[in-house]
């Protein structure tokens, strides 16, 4: 069958890329540098997820025929590149830039071998624009005549698989083990390959994929974000996401932020994302966050309110696109400001480092400068102007 170099060795990179390829028959060649988790790939060959359901025992899926190698071996990892069948990514945008030298050495040295096939590389990091952030960054990295578009296929994803933050007590066990959900679809964009699909049973290619990016950032994670916020805002003790929505009210104003959300998504995608499609969807969702075997945490969740707050992000992202369309957001909104007064804490009763800062650095300058400073919100744009407004009610 080949074999497939996944970029990045976390949580989707392994529970979900990896699993996916491996168990269609592909061997993974998983590329991160984290050296610990390379050498037990390394000696295992080989790792364990525990699916987690309501009322059912775990179900433990073996992954197997998988190895890894050092991300910091550049050589390595351009050898791998050059003769894989697919690439694929999930390592997060920060750590991104430094993947492009050694896959950009990969595409060279590919480029040179005679009757060469193009290579089609699946950028599963759950970022806006990923194939035009992807070919900025790869284009310069090679040497002039070998044109990107004609030897690379950049292949935009839409993951909403959830893999919580693992208990340390878990971990010391069995550092390569996993947790979660049973949710598997891998929607991708179906225009943009290159060569042939690959052949995973679970794939679902789409034409639209930018209306699949936006599903998954103002519906899931949106509605994912806004269980955590409203959820501390309630109660600030409360640990898990499935807790979140017993309590009173949350659930509604979750569903309102979601459906506001939908709404705006149907009139900016009308042929790709039907009001009723997306109804369905935020139930489905709302199930899956209702996951109390999973155990995903509001800390989680809730995290990094610097990301989670910029403008083109879940949140404040929502509200554009919402003003845009002149529908209402009320309740998105309601979100931001709930967002603001997150503070939930890791295992140990840590803020997020970067969640420490935003308290230290943005939270004296109110409101109004978190939405000027952080969330990139001009009062000289009609639209901005319009959002700026709601939150401030």
Not at 121 to 143: H, K, M, T, V
Not at 145 to 173: A, C, W, Y
Not at 263 to 268: G, I, K, S
């Amino acid at each position: 069958m080949g074999y497939v170099v996944q970029f990045g060795a976390g949580k989707i990179g392994r529970s979900f890329i990896g699993q996916l390829f491996a168990q269609s028959g592909y061997e993974v060649v998983f590329v991160d540098v984290e050296l610990s988790i390379v050498r037990a790939l390394n000696e295992h060959k080989g790792y364990n997820i525990a699916i987690k359901r309501n009322d059912h025992d775990d179900e433990i899926i073996a992954v197997r025929n998988v190895r890894a190698i050092d991300g910091a071996d550049t050589e390595a990892v351009a050898r791998a590149v050059a003769d894989a069948d697919y690439i694929a990514t999930s390592v997060g945008l920060g750590a991104l830039p430094s993947i492009f030298p050694a896959l950009a050495a990969g595409i060279v040295r590919r480029a040179s071998a005679p009757r060469h096939r193009p290579l089609d590389i699946i950028i599963a990091e759950n970022i806006r624009d990923g194939a035009r952030f992807f070919a900025a960054s790869l284009a310069p990295l090679l040497p002039p005549g070998l044109s990107l578009s004609n030897e690379v296929g950049l292949v935009e994803t839409s993951i909403g698989k959830m893999v919580p933050l693992m208990p340390k007590q878990d971990l010391s066990r069995d550092p390569l083990l996993l947790y979660a959900e049973e949710y598997n679809e891998l929607i991708v964009d179906a225009l943009a390959f290159k060569g042939p699909l690959p052949s995973i049973p679970s794939l679902r290619p789409v034409g639209n994929i930018r209306a699949y990016v936006d599903r998954k950032l103002f519906v899931h994670n949106l509605g994912h974000a806004a269980t955590a916020y409203f959820g501390f805002l309630e109660s600030p003790h409360t640990a898990f996401i499935w807790q979140a929505l017993t309590l009173p009210g949350v659930l509604d104003r979750v569903r309102a932020s979601m459906r506001e959300s939908a709404a705006a998504l149907a009139l900016e995608y009308p042929r790709d994302l039907s009001q009723d499609a997306l109804e369905a969807h935020i139930e489905d969702l709302l199930r899956r966050f209702s996951n109390r075997a999973l155990g995903d945490t509001l800390y989680r969740v809730g995290r990094d309110l610097y990301r989670k707050l910029a403008r083109d992000d879940r949140l404040i992202g929502a509200a554009l696109l919402a003003a845009r369309h002149d529908a209402p957001f009320d309740h998105i909104a309601a979100t931001v400001r709930a967002a603001i007064h997150f503070r939930g804490t890791d295992e140990e009763g840590h803020l997020f480092p970067n969640d420490a800062a935003f308290v230290a650095t943005e939270v004296p300058k109110g409101l109004e400068g978190i939405l000027r400073d952080v969330c990139g919100l001009r009062a000289s744009d009609p639209i901005d102007r319009k959002v700026i407004a709601q939150i401030l009610r």
